[in-house]
């Protein structure tokens, strides 16, 4: 590796060079600079020191004419990048001290950042944890998405109900990209196809440019950056002159309103598609403009079409760029003459999907009328490939089928491998979902469990806890995680422990500390935190902790002198503004916290906290912190977690059911360092065909209707018996995620839990052997199966 590409910079010249920026760049003087000032200028210094690797890394690519990986995703949930590009560069020491001595400091600099929301949740952070890895090995790679002007909204309460605000990071300006005017592609949509002499000729009804930004993403000690390319939509003509003269000024603008609007907004749920012509425009846009880039730069190197394979993989993050098939197959075929079955040959021997969830509403379907009205030389193309299909399989599985263009078999027929993102869901996505393409294609579909960034998600989150690491077993487990089983030994030493604790605890006070700051709520480092932080979703059953809570506040108000463990259960989370049960589960959380929250009897036992506006950067302050982690989904329904992972790395055990990544973590962790309940995927499935089965499961329990009665009459409502008969309603009569069956043992767990807690000698061994156990989670091992398996790509700076 060319160690000299790594910036080497001190304290001094980090100050001179933000000193620099402030002066040239922000156009400031140091007397009146704000936060905003000085955040950007440290950025733009920090920026300056990503270059050269990022430059070294393009060189060595090309000399290599190493094969590259494009990984298309229509979410990428970065968050901040100041501290994240500090460490990675090992600078942290010399910015904190740079801005010292400018009177300023670190931490409030940090915090002006506003995060880069561009994703939902788990799928999104997956992608950018990838980047992170991709670089950490030095692998040739690129992000392709879409620069959002709103992220994911903001959130607020009022009353206790979610209220969304549009989210504005590019308000201010991005400190990382650097703006590409001159890479830009036109993006068709509409019009109709004409056929002459053999060939298909597209004539586009309306047309935008897509526009590049790039943003260098470094790896751990800057030994390589890649790039994270975001297509901005433009206008083709930025202005129609002929109306602006007539004094027309609305039509005048229209070019320019109607490009802007595909990349102005994120959709706001990543598990339901909504089936919107403005989602799909949105797809092919950037789906489109990334074929078109990849090209570009394959025949630039030189390289002809007929060997896109061994020059590139590109990876489809979900079946959102599962246009990009097509599209590729259209330049291949119609752009630059390839006969259509070697076309879609050659498209595929490139293409990899991702499946990442099961449920059937979130698999995208297109009426075919409107597919075929946005993109008509695509709807032709994927006949033509499921012709293909047919012919080489005999199988009758179709990709427009009864109206609807469906793009999970697209993106399936489309793709040399495909696979899910932990054991238990790539078992059943073998069995439901691709069952019937699975026998068609027998061994495509392969496993890849997910994992998580080290370096953010405890080593830059967690200093306290990676400090001791460190201590402990030495350095270098940043970038080779399993060394974290080199911890086990230390756990039965009490000199560890009690510095564990320590760790532990210092976190809790920074997040008591924040809460108190931010929205003037006291809680008890003391108490157990006990966290769910994740999309607020049925499946998900933030209803059955907050039902729990309820029983538990029951039992402590019956025996208010039993031995009890005091308890912070802290939510964070957004539901999609449209998803009506989910926002009324939030209502009900909030109402039930101020109701508990202000009972004298149970005050210092238990506690309800939900800040608002969970994001990121409020993960890397509540995960640190937290002593139990909540993964209680219903069996079979969640693909895999990702906060699961970075919950038990930082030393907080799961309360959890047999689902995703959970079975893993289980494995890796031991058993008895997990507190294991309720249905498994087989029994939910076998349940749910007994009729009336929530109705028994509730007359079964009495803590539960005893709950479910208070609910009803109002005691958390202020005695409105109407404000959650639809929860009620739906428990008693349908309950699809199997809350009532699992209540009786959520809550003999928790019972479990509380009585370990107590002991805090086991407890402590509990959460050490949870950090122990974690190092197979890192995203650097789920990148290395990727790259062996599924792209067939290596570092050109392997030895
Ligand atoms: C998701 C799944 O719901 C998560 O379980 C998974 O961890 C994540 C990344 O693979 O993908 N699928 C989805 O549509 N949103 C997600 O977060």
Known sequence: MPRDAIPQIDAAALKASISTHLKTSLGKDAAHASTYDWRMSLSLAMRDLVVDPWFAATRDTYEAKAKR?????????????????????????????????LGQDYQRVVANEPDAALGNGGLGRLAACFLDSLSTLAIPAYGYGIRYEHGLFEQRFENGVQIETAETWLSQRHAWEFERPEV??????????????????????????????????????????????????????????????????????APESLARTISRVLYPDDTTDEGKELRLKQEYFFS???????????????HALDDLADHVAIQLNDTHPAIAGPELVRLLADI?????????????????????????????????????????????????????????????????????????????????????????????????????????YPGRIINQTNGITPRRWLYTCNKPLGDLITETIGDGWQDDLERLGGLRPHIDDAGFRAQFRAAKLSNKHRLAAWLKTRDDVTIDPEAMFDVQIKRVHEYKRQLLNILETIALWNDICDSPNGDWTPRVKLFGGKAAPGYAMAKSIIHLINDVAATINSDPRTRDLLQVVYPENYNVSMAELLI????????????????SGTGNMKLSLN????????????????????????FLFGLTAQEVEARRRE???????????????????????GVFSQSDRERYAGI???????????????????????????????NADRWTRLAANNTAGMGWFSSDRTIRGYANEIWKVASPRAT
């Not at 990984?71 to 460490?87: H, P």
């Not at 509403?361 to 297109?366: G, I, K, P, Q, V």
């Not at 699992?742 to 839990?753: E, H, K, L, P």
Request: some cysteine.
């Open 288 to 302: 489109a403009a990334s074929v078109q880039d990849v090209l570009r730069r394959l025949l630039s190197e030189g």
């Open 336 to 440: 630059h003459g390839m006969p259509m079955d070697r076309a879609i040959a050659t498209a595929r021997a490139c293409l990899g999907f991702t499946n990442h969830t099961l449920l059937p509403e979130a698999l995208e379907r297109w009426p075919e009328g409107l597919f075929a009205r946005i993109l008509p030389r695509h709807h032709r193309i994927i006949e033509l490939i499921q012709d293909a299909h047919a012919k080489e399989t005999g199988s009758d599985i179709r990709i427009i089928d009864h109206g609807e263009v469906k793009m999970g078999e697209l993106a399936f027929i489309m793709a040399h491998t495909i696979n899910g993102v932990s054991a238990l869901h790539t078992e059943l996505v073998k069995e439901t979902v691709f069952a019937d393409l699975n026998t068609a």
């Open 624 to 639: 640190p912190a937290s002593d139990l982690s909540e993964q209680i989904s219903t069996a079979g329904k969640e693909a």
């Open 69 to 101: 990986v494009y990984y298309l995703s229509m979410e990428f949930l970065i968050g901040r990048l100041i501290e994240d590009v500090a460490i990675n560069l090992g600078v942290e020491e010399a910015a904190r001290t740079a801005l010292t001595d």
């Open 184 to 253: 830009t592609y036109p993006i068709h949509f509409g019009g109709y196809v004409s056929e002459s002499e053999g060939k298909a000729v597209w004539h586009p009804g309306e047309s935008v440019l897509a526009s590049a930004y790039d943003t260098p993403i470094i790896g751990w000690q800057a030994q390589w950056a890649n790039t994270l390319r975001l297509w901005a939509a433009k206008p083709l003509t930025l202005f129609d002159l002929e109306s602006f003269n007539r004094g027309d000024y609305l039509a005048a603008n």
């Open 728 to 758: 009620l309603h739906m428990l008693y009569e349908q309950d699809f995620f199997l809350v009532t069956c699992d209540f009786d043992a959520y809550f003999t767990a928790q019972r479990a839990v509380d009585q370990a807690y107590r």
């Open 691 to 713: 009729h009336g089965f929530s109705r028994r499961a509730i007359e079964e329990s009495p803590r539960l209707t005893r709950v479910l009665g208070q609910i009803a009459s």
């Open 651 to 674: 030393g907080s055990p799961t309360i959890g059911t047999l689902d995703g990544a959970n079975v893993e973590i289980r494995e890796q962790v031991g058993h008895e360092n997990f």
